[in-house]
């Protein structure tokens, strides 16, 4: 059982996990591959690969449900919005003393704090998307979601 990150950590992962390139194609073989280990594990996941504005990528694994179609869009948007990892945003909102659905400015039924949503970032630091994994405990989906990332590197 892996344990959840602390924030350098998060932060460093993040720092790490960059491209240099993106495409469509790229966009399947990460959401390929986290399918791929999901089946091969039994993972009861919904998977997503977003890019460009839209999704490119999309798969839900048996076990998983309508739910973590609706978690998966919630992280994104935490994603997008923040520029970095759902986890870091929840584990520095818990850190800070106030989890995200308690904010009055944000909509708890459009952004969710909760693991499982990495940034596509580029080299030069700019967000083009996001691979979210949703079905698994918070810190689970995000890293499943970043390897998935790193099988591109």
């Known amino acids: 059982m892996s344990t959840i990150p602390d924030l350098e950590t998060l932060l460093q992962q993040e720092q790490n996990v ?7 194609e790229d966009a399947w073989r990460v959401g390929e591959a986290i399918r791929q280990r999901g089946v091969q594990e039994k993972a009861p996941i919904a998977i997503e690969v977003y890019g460009f504005g839209q999704i490119l990528f999309s798969c839900a694994l048996a076990g998983s449900s309508a739910e973590n179609l609706e978690w998966i869009a919630r992280k994104r948007h935490t994603t997008l919005r923040n520029g970095h990892s759902s986890l870091y ?10 989890r995200m659905e308690k904010m009055n400015f944000m909509d708890p039924r ?8 990495f ?5 030069s630091g700019g967000i083009i998307g996001a691979v979210t994994v ?3 405990p918070s810190h689970e989906d995000h ?5 998935g990332i790193q099988q591109i590197l």
């Open 143 to 147: 890293a499943l979601a970043m390897w």
């Open 18 to 24: 960059r491209l240099s390139r993106f495409s469509f």
């Open 89 to 98: 945003t929840g584990e520095k909102n818990q850190a800070d003393g106030v």
């Open 110 to 117: 459009r952004y969710s704090d909760h693991g499982g949503s």
């Open 134 to 136: 949703s079905g698994l």
């Open 119 to 123: 940034p596509l970032l580029l080299s």
